[in-house]
């Protein structure tokens, strides 16, 4: 059963850049059916793309969040990652990262709650 | 980039039937996937690709997407289903996903 857990620090400062790391088990990052993407929901919003990436290092990102947004994998370990630079109040949110198929987000992590704040 | 418009709020009675819609401006992608968000949760597939359920989801949901509306089914409501509903598409032209904005569904 492919599982996946997001992982970093649930405190960032403003203007400091947020770091998450998503590390996926049961199954591989490499298999070349699949993307892995970042989601973020700010307390009581929607659902917000930020990216997506494939093994090979090929990304897409979210227009709107471009320019603060790296998504990273390291098929060595099994995982992938985001970095968001510059955060503010505004970046508070769940983030998920989840397993993209062609047709769909089949697997999602449980989330992690990241605070903006000093 | 597409636009997706979902209802925020709708109710159902208990064991009737209810149908949560989701517009885009511009679908790039014949297929919309739903997700159910029950509070503290991550989101759960319910439905994806033509009408396809993962296993373990109950029959009663089903989907349809024609022309720029997606809809997502819930075929004899029960109090469990109670929970915020998201549509989602991938654009096959830039391979960018975009979420609807939530439908919250009240079983009543």
């Known amino acids: 059963q492919l599982q996946l857990q997001e992982s970093g620090p649930g405190l960032v400062k403003p203007s400091e850049t947020l770091s998450l790391t998503c590390n996926v088990s049961g199954g591989s990052i490499s298999s070349s059916a699949y993307f892995w993407a970042w989601i973020r929901q700010p307390p009581g919003q929607g659902l917000e793309w930020l990216g997506t990436i494939y093994y090979s290092g090929i990304t897409y990102y979210n227009p709107s969040l471009r320019r603060r947004v790296t998504i990273s994998v390291d098929t060595s370990k099994n995982q992938f990652s985001l970095m968001l630079s510059s955060v503010t109040a505004a970046d508070t949110a769940v983030y998920y990262c989840?397993?993209?198929?062609?047709?769909?987000?089949?697997?999602w992590g449980q989330g992690a709650l990241v605070t903006v704040s000093s | 980039s597409s636009e997706l418009t979902q209802d925020p709020a709708v109710s159902v009675a208990l064991g009737q039937t209810v149908r949560i819609t989701c517009q885009g401006d511009?679908?790039?992608?014949?297929?919309a996937s739903w997700y159910q968000q029950k509070p503290g949760q991550a989101p759960l597939l319910v439905i994806y690709?033509?009408?396809n359920r993962p296993s373990g989801i109950p029959d009663r949901f089903s989907g349809f997407t024609s022309g720029n509306t997606a809809s997502l089914t819930i075929t004899g409501a029960q109090a469990e289903d109670e929970a915020d509903y998201y549509c989602?598409?991938?654009?096959?032209?830039?391979?960018?996903?975009?979420f609807g904005g939530g439908t919250k569904l009240t079983v009543l």
């Open positions: 690709g033509k009408n």
């Open positions: 511009s679908l790039r992608s014949p297929y």
């Open positions: 989840a397993r993209l198929g062609e047709l769909t987000l089949d697997y």
């Open positions: 989602n598409f991938r654009d096959s032209s830039n391979n960018h996903l975009v």
